[in-house]
């Protein structure tokens, strides 16, 4: 079973940065596809950003120039720098890698962005 271990979250204002990092203990060999999504209350789980291991990434629109994913180079983690920040980023993000084909989740990391 592959676990994520997510952190970064948590309270920031408007125009405020934060950094969020998912830690997978699945091969490195094995990942397709590592990213996140995030989830507002009564929204549907949308797509924030994703990199693969051919190095390609995809972003939301509603995040370009603002979030950057990085990581998955050498290592089983991604990283998420969030600048920027609007109240209407406030959600859930969960971690999410592609491995082998099969798709697994993190437990989800709170952030808020106050007006």
């Known amino acids: 079973q592959v676990q994520l271990a997510e952190s970064g979250g948590g309270l920031v204002q408007a125009g405020g940065s934060l950094r969020l990092s998912c830690a997978t203990s699945?091969?490195?060999?094995?990942?397709?596809?590592m990213g996140w999504y995030r989830q507002a209350p009564g929204n549907q789980r949308e797509l924030v950003a994703l990199t693969r291991g051919d190095g390609t990434t995809n972003y939301a629109d509603f995040v370009l120039g603002r979030f950057t994913i990085s990581g998955l180079n050498a290592k089983n983690t991604v990283y998420l720098q969030m600048n920027s920040l609007k109240p209407e980023d406030t959600a859930v993000y969960y971690c999410?890698?592609?491995?082998?084909?099969?798709?697994?989740w993190g437990k989800g990391t709170l952030v808020t962005v106050s007006s």
């Open positions: 999410y890698v592609n491995h082998n084909y099969s798709a697994y």
């Open positions: 699945g091969s490195i060999f094995s990942i397709k596809a």
